[in-house]
């Protein structure tokens, strides 16, 4: 068990996006601000785009969270599927709402549950802010019903706020004629950058401290040279070779992370190129991660 060999109360990088883990540096602090203010400013659509693996969910999380604790004046809906058709957005919307309405109901008595329910809660002083994760996926037909339904509005404000967590692709998507009005709608944008060298050694290091080790470097300047050469600064990849490496280091009954583990722990991961002599720090295709990070976690519970 790597967790008593290296003095761990959990496992550190786990891919399970966890706010307990949350850092504030770089372009993440920057997007949380930028949203927390346009939240308050009460402004209709907010879009925040990133790589695949950079962090967007844990920021979402940890966003939702902080208007969670603030009840009096935020009512957060989470959209839990973004591949739905038109009805299906706006059922699933009733449904956060809590209004109780059949599945068969018919388009206007469906939108007209729902302004009553936005007017209720406005009445006594609540922003409801609606949260799609992977909105990239969301179907272009969708996209526009959305906007739509943010047109249930007062004089002074939008009844409701939209936020937007997806992949470049997003923007492509946007870029049609077709989604023109949405895409004047967003007032605010913001692209969450990958970590750089400073900030993969703080990201490294408070990941390990939060899960409770208490010593010397546990990670080598080396070590996290070569994770930097390797990662590129995308989280979910500085995951996926951290845990790996841990467990080798631990197999081999050693008590700090090399530069060896971090590439021995890249060779045995699909999808993760290892860096050349001329290595230039660009992003790399994420293809094949996904595809195997079920195996790590899988890799998990045979060795934790």
Request: glycine fraction near 6%.
């Amino acid at each position: 068990m790597y967790m008593q060999h290296f003095g761990l109360r959990e496992l550190p990088f786990s891919l399970t996006p966890n706010t307990h883990f949350f850092l504030n540096i770089a372009s993440y602090q920057q997007a949380y601000n930028m949203l927390m203010v346009s939240l308050a400013n009460k402004e209709g659509f907010i879009k925040i785009v990133g790589e695949l693996g950079i962090g967007k969910t844990m920021l979402c999380r940890e966003v939702i969270k902080a208007l969670m604790e603030d009840k009096e004046n935020y009512c957060p809906v989470v959209l839990p599927d973004p591949v739905v058709s038109p009805k299906g957005l706006f059922l699933a919307f009733a449904e956060e709402l809590k209004i109780k309405i059949d599945q068969d109901v018919g388009h206007h008595r469906l939108l007209k549950a729902i302004t009553e329910r936005l007017n209720e809660l406005s009445a006594i002083g609540k922003q409801v802010v609606m949260f799609i994760d992977e909105a990239h996926a969301i179907p272009e037909q969708t996209l526009e019903a959305l906007r739509l339904l943010t047109d249930i509005e007062t004089e002074t404000a939008k009844r409701f706020q939209v936020v937007l967590f997806a992949q470049p692709e997003l923007d492509v998507a946007l870029g049609q004629p077709s989604l023109q009005k949405l895409r004047q709608q967003i007032t605010f944008s913001f692209k969450i950058e990958a970590l750089d060298r400073d900030g993969l050694a703080r990201y490294v290091s408070h990941r390990i401290n939060t899960a409770g080790y208490n010593g010397q470097s546990l990670f080598s300047k080396r070590a996290l040279d070569y994770l930097y050469r390797t990662s590129y600064g995308i989280p979910r990849l500085i995951n996926i070779l951290c845990h790996k490496a841990l467990v080798i280091c631990f197999e081999k009954g050693e008590d700090v992370v090399q530069s060896d583990h971090i590439r021995l722990a890249a060779g045995a991961i699909e999808g993760v190129e290892l860096p050349s002599a001329n290595y230039r720090p660009v992003y790399i295709a994420l293809a094949g991660i996904a595809a195997s990070a079920s195996a790590v976690v899988f890799y998990f519970a045979k060795v934790v």
